[in-house]
């Protein structure tokens, strides 16, 4: 389970209170403190079941509203490796969602993918009340980072696309996903178990 487990609902006070797991699992900060940054191949196995569940949630009409770094725990499977839980969903707006809200909640995933590799927050000192990507190209002007430049490429281009830089961002989790995918199995060519629908990402993801 990526997401805290649910056990039920009800009334306290008046007020609609919901039962669910308590997240006993690492914090990120502890662990990037203790164990050092993610390498590229890392953090895209640890956020593939968090990108596949936020896919699933794309069919059904749902989609996080309230992502933030903050809120992720590192857990491990069975077999020891490590995969990241997302403490707080967030509630669905009554107005719904629109595509640059999904945009922004793609822009946040990515911000956080950097930011476990470089260790660079690319929301920092920044105006409260300025949109969320312009507050990043503003403050991460990644083509001057000499630790961007070191990432694959197709990294740097998920990253640059996520973000916005390149054709105004990513629509959907689930092309995202799909790219972060392609990228994973083509830097483990002999590893990787992962299987791809007819997918066809942007020329520059190739």
């Known amino acids: 389970s990526v997401i805290p487990k649910y056990f039920g609902d009800g009334e306290v006070d008046g007020r609609r209170a919901y039962v669910m797991e308590l997240m006993k699992d690492q914090k990120l900060p502890e662990r990037i403190q203790e164990n050092g940054l993610y390498t590229v191949n890392g953090v895209m196995d640890a956020i593939a079941p968090l990108l596949s569940m936020l896919a699933v949630e794309e069919r059904q009409g749902r989609t996080v509203s309230d992502f933030k770094?903050?809120?992720?725990?590192?857990?491990?499977?069975?077999?020891?490796n490590e995969y990241f839980r997302y403490l707080d969903y967030g509630l669905v707006p009554m107005g719904g969602f629109s595509q640059i809200d999904t945009r922004y909640a793609i822009a946040r995933l990515a911000g956080f993918m950097y930011f476990t590799v470089i260790g660079r927050d690319p929301s920092q000192g920044t105006e409260k009340n300025m949109p969320l990507l312009l507050r990043w190209r503003v403050c991460m002007d990644m083509s001057k980072h000499q630790e961007f430049r070191s990432l694959p490429v197709g990294f740097q281009a998920i990253a640059m696309k996520g973000l916005g830089f390149l054709d105004g961002g990513y629509n959907t989790f689930t092309g995202f996903g799909l790219d972060i995918a392609l990228l994973n199995r083509s830097l483990q060519k002999n590893s990787a178990r992962t299987e791809l629908p007819d997918y066809q990402p942007s020329d520059l993801i190739r």
């Open 69 to 80: 770094p903050e809120n992720i725990r590192v857990a491990k499977d069975s077999k020891g």
